[in-house]
Nanobody, 122 residues
Framework: QVQLVESGGGSVQAGGSLRLSCAAS????????MVWFRQAPGKDREFVAAVSWSGGMTRYLDAVKGRFTITRANAKNTVHLQMNNLRPEDTAVYSC???????????????WGQGTQVTVSS
């Protein structure tokens, strides 16, 4: 059974940091694009960051550039999202996903985790 399981969410004050992890199991994801999306209450799911299969190409939502960093460790079938200088508007459920190519459209990805809550207070 293929699974993506996120961890590392929590509650922090503005300016704080969190490191999210996504552990994949059931098959190797070393050839897949891995991404993070987020969804705040009452809002659509939003692309946050993506990393190519090699880790050599990354893409970010403009609002998180310079604050968030996506990395992957193919040997461990994991992907991480380091989030620094967090803002209240970053509050959302963060989910990882896997797909064939980098896209900002959620429907482009075929495996999804359940998500982890990130709450940033002012």
């Amino acid at each position: 059974q293929v699974q993506l399981v996120e961890s590392g969410g929590g509650s922090v004050q503005a300016g704080g940091s969190l490191r999210l992890s996504c552990a994949a199991s059931g098959r190797t994801f070393s050839s897949d694009v891995m991404v993070w999306f987020r969804q705040a209450p009452g809002k659509d799911r939003e692309f946050v960051a993506a990393v190519s299969w090699s880790g050599g190409m990354t893409r970010y939502l403009d609002a998180v550039k310079g604050r968030f960093t996506i990395t992957r460790a193919n040997a461990k079938n994991t992907v991480h999202l380091q989030m620094n200088n967090l803002r209240p508007e970053d509050t959302a459920v963060y989910s990882c996903a896997a797909g064939d190519f980098i896209s900002k459209l959620p429907q482009s990805y075929y495996y999804w985790g359940q998500g982890t809550q990130v709450t940033v207070s002012s």
